[in-house]
């Protein structure tokens, strides 16, 4: 079966359940034990605290081994939360870490700024590096942090490559697969040994929850449920029960905004204002032929580089525009866009462009409504440059 239909038929209940498809919503803390005996483990009990899995969790977490093929996935409060749980679990004082430089914001914060002090040797390597990682592994090294495409820019890693010299000298591969959500990329297919996911985004789909999710191995399933335990990570029913309902509807939802993102991307590489579009479907983009090798499809998320102007006329422009409003994440049905500087986000490949970068998310709206607003928006900023 193919995984589409894998993640509307995992973790539902309904013989259980009065036939009723959708799993109940649980909200739990303390969970009764039968019997004297049932307390002191000599029966079997399936749920025994809220802070562990409860049937509506438990439901999530199995639809999310169907979407991307892991052992186990484990819930946290956001995707950050799951990255901070996974990079702790394998990185102790002195051991030596290999970040890509594209990685997302926090995930920089978190390796600088809490595992750094704690006596973790922090390294950032140009996300195209390949199988050259083997020259940064040293005696220390414990993991390669991958996130492909990166944050903002949108590498594309070759993370076979990276995945298989980590490998070699015995360090784990952990993969921020967002962007891929499962759908679009497998991540243990192609090495990965721990993948997080920000359900934040399109397993959510509609700018109402934050969760994360770490998925696992047979090999990195136990390290990863301990620390998950140990720090207390857990999610309510209520997120979990909304996790899943966008989870029924990721493919049908991802199918739309790869269409209209690609739409969009064609149309705003034709454009004056606009000096290059990064998306890694379109057949310009450097990172392309390792996309079309690893990834079966793409989304509404890219950057295009918006030629040089004022700060006034960018102000015009992003005002200018009524559905593609301004604000932080994506992944929900409507339209997004950020503009943002990566200068201060990257270290082993510094950032000198020119150009202002713009992140758009394209959402579910008319594509043609879309292509209006954007040209609205332009000639609004052209009026103000004469
Ligand atoms: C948003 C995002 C995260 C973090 O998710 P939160 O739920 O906002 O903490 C992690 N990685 C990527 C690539 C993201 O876009």
Same mark, same amino acid.
């Given at each position: 079966?193919?995984?589409?239909?894998?993640?509307?038929?995992?973790?539902?209940?309904?013989?259980?359940?009065?036939?009723?498809?959708?799993?109940?919503?649980?909200?739990?803390?303390?969970?009764?034990?039968?019997?004297?005996?049932?307390?002191?483990?000599?029966?079997?009990?399936?749920?025994?605290?809220?802070?562990?899995?409860?049937?509506?969790?438990?439901?999530?977490? =199995?639809?999310?081994?169907?979407?991307?093929?892991?052992? #186990?996935?484990?819930?946290?409060?956001?995707?950050?939360?799951?990255?901070?749980?996974?990079?702790?679990?394998?990185?102790?004082?002195?051991?030596h870490i290999l970040l890509s430089d594209s990685v997302?914001?926090?995930t920089?914060?978190?390796?600088?700024?809490?595992?750094?002090?704690?006596?973790?040797?922090?390294e950032f390597y140009d996300p195209k590096i390949g199988s050259n990682i083997e020259k940064l592994l040293r =005696?220390?090294s414990s993991l390669v942090f991958v996130e492909s495409p990166g944050s903002l820019t949108f590498e594309i890693q070759d993370v076979p490559a990276i995945s298989h010299a980590a490998h070699s000298k015995g360090l784990v591969v952990i993969m921020d697969n967002?962007w891929g959500?499962?759908?679009?990329y497998k991540p243990f297919v192609h090495g990965v040994d721990v993948c997080?996911?920000?359900?934040?985004?399109?397993?959510?789909?509609?700018?109402?929850?934050?969760?994360?999710?770490?998925?696992?191995?047979? =090999?990195?399933?136990?390290?990863?449920?301990?620390?998950?335990?140990?720090?207390?990570?857990?999610?309510?029913?209520?997120?979990?029960?909304?996790?899943?309902?966008?989870?029924?509807?990721?493919?049908?939802?991802?199918?739309?905004?790869? =269409?209209?993102?690609?739409?969009?991307?064609?149309?705003?590489?034709?454009?004056?204002?606009?000096?290059?579009?990064w998306?890694p479907a379109?057949p310009g983009f450097e990172g392309h032929k390792l996309w079309k090798r690893d990834f079966?499809?793409?989304?509404?998320?890219?950057?295009?580089?918006?030629?040089?102007?004022?700060?006034?006329?960018?102000?015009?422009?992003?005002?200018?525009?009524?559905?593609?409003?301004?604000?932080?994440?994506?992944?929900?049905?409507?339209?997004?866009?950020?503009?943002?500087?990566?200068?201060?986000?990257r270290s082993a490949v510094p950032?000198?462009?020119? #150009?202002?970068?713009?992140?758009?998310?394209?959402?579910?709206?008319?594509?043609?409504?879309?292509?209006?607003?954007?040209?609205?928006?332009?000639?609004?900023?052209?009026?103000?440059?004469?």
């Amino acid at each position: 079966m193919d995984n589409k239909t894998k993640i509307l038929h995992k973790g539902r209940m309904s013989k259980e359940h009065y036939g009723i498809i959708n799993p109940p919503l649980y909200r739990v803390s303390t969970i009764l034990y039968d019997s004297y005996d049932e307390f002191l483990g000599k029966k079997p009990k399936e749920y025994v605290y809220g802070r562990y899995h409860t049937p509506t969790t438990h439901a999530l977490s =199995k639809a999310l081994c169907a979407l991307d093929g892991g052992e #186990e996935a484990y819930l946290c409060p956001s995707g950050s939360a799951a990255i901070a749980t996974a990079l702790s679990a394998y990185a102790e004082t002195g051991d030596h870490i290999l970040l890509s430089d594209s990685v997302y914001g926090p995930t920089r914060d978190f390796a600088e700024q809490y595992l750094r002090p704690k006596g973790v040797e922090v390294e950032f390597y140009d996300p195209k590096i390949g199988s050259n990682i083997e020259k940064l592994l040293r =005696k220390n090294s414990s993991l390669v942090f991958v996130e492909s495409p990166g944050s903002l820019t949108f590498e594309i890693q070759d993370v076979p490559a990276i995945s298989h010299a980590a490998h070699s000298k015995g360090l784990v591969v952990i993969m921020d697969n967002t962007w891929g959500t499962g759908l679009h990329y497998k991540p243990f297919v192609h090495g990965v040994d721990v993948c997080i996911q920000a359900l934040t985004k399109y397993v959510g789909g509609h700018s109402d929850l934050m969760m994360g999710a770490i998925s696992v191995t047979r =090999k990195t399933k136990a390290k990863i449920a301990q620390t998950h335990r140990l720090f207390g990570q857990c999610v309510s029913g209520d997120e979990a029960w909304l996790a899943l309902r966008g989870l029924r509807s990721l493919a049908a939802r991802l199918a739309m905004h790869e =269409k209209n993102g690609l739409e969009i991307a064609k149309w705003l590489a034709k454009r004056k204002e606009v000096m290059e579009v990064w998306h890694p479907a379109l057949p310009g983009f450097e990172g392309h032929k390792l996309w079309k090798r690893d990834f079966t499809g793409s989304n509404g998320l890219f950057s295009i580089l918006l030629r040089p102007c004022t700060e006034k006329a960018l102000a015009v422009f992003l005002d200018g525009l009524e559905l593609f409003k301004i604000g932080y994440s994506w992944g929900g049905y409507e339209s997004l866009i950020l503009p943002k500087n990566p200068a201060s986000e990257r270290s082993a490949v510094p950032w000198q462009r020119e #150009e202002i970068l713009l992140r758009l998310h394209v959402g579910l709206e008319d594509v043609e409504d879309l292509k209006k607003d954007l040209e609205n928006g332009f000639s609004k900023m052209e009026k103000i440059n004469v």
